[in-house]
């Protein structure tokens, strides 16, 4: 068995191009779908971050006025834990914040990349009624073209046997006189 390595290959069917433009449109659609999605998500979590950011700042506070509650009763051991609770809200703080301005920049990014999506989808979207237009333009050009074609073509081909009928008729004179010189020649 050959496997077929002789065989011709199937030549491509030729591409529609507004097919081209619609499966491309499509795609930065979807793609734009996915970013914004994920944006949202993005937002969300924003809003979840900054209402941690709010609880582990109250709670700082509350810590800060326990310790110095504590202190001012002389209760060094609850001084000691209210301190250590104080430096895990200030951990908390601290991380929160940090995931919140990193999702705050990811989150624009993230709206930035859809708008640019959707403004080149409207660009593409556009750009493929003017293809349409053009296309729909050149088919009647290239329609009027193959009439005007085919007209020439049939005026060339009454002129050729134009031209055959006089060849035809200088070939009948031709032996005409041959003939007729024949005779006089006898």
């Known amino acids: 068995m050959l496997f ?3 065989r011709k290959k199937d030549k ?12 491309l449109i499509e795609d930065l659609e979807r793609q734009g779908a996915e970013v914004r999605k994920s944006a949202a998500t993005l937002l969300a979590l924003k809003g979840e971050l900054s209402r941690s950011l709010e609880r582990y700042s109250r709670r700082l506070e509350d810590i800060a006025q326990r310790c110095g509650v504590a202190e ?3 209760d060094v051991k609850g001084a000691q834990v209210l301190r250590r609770d104080q ?7 601290r991380s929160t914040r940090e995931s919140l301005d990193r999702t705050d920049l990811d989150s624009r990014l993230l709206l930035e990349a ?11 979207r556009i750009e493929r009624q003017s293809a349409s237009a053009r296309l729909t333009a050149g088919s009647l050009v290239t329609g009027a073209m193959r009439e005007q074609v085919a007209r ?4 060339l081909a009454v002129d050729a046997a ?3 009928v006089e060849r035809a008729h200088a070939l009948a004179e031709i032996y ?4 007729g010189e024949g005779e006089t020649a006898e």
């Open 4 to 6: 077929g390595f002789w």
């Open 12 to 23: 491509k069917k030729p591409v529609d191009p507004l097919a081209a433009f619609d499966q």
């Open 72 to 74: 001012s009763r002389g």
């Open 87 to 93: 430096e895990q809200a200030q951990a908390l703080l």
């Open 114 to 124: 859809a708008a640019e999506l959707g403004a080149r989808a409207t660009e593409l």
């Open 152 to 155: 020439i073509e049939k005026v």
């Open 162 to 164: 134009r031209d055959e």
């Open 176 to 179: 005409r006189e041959e003939r």
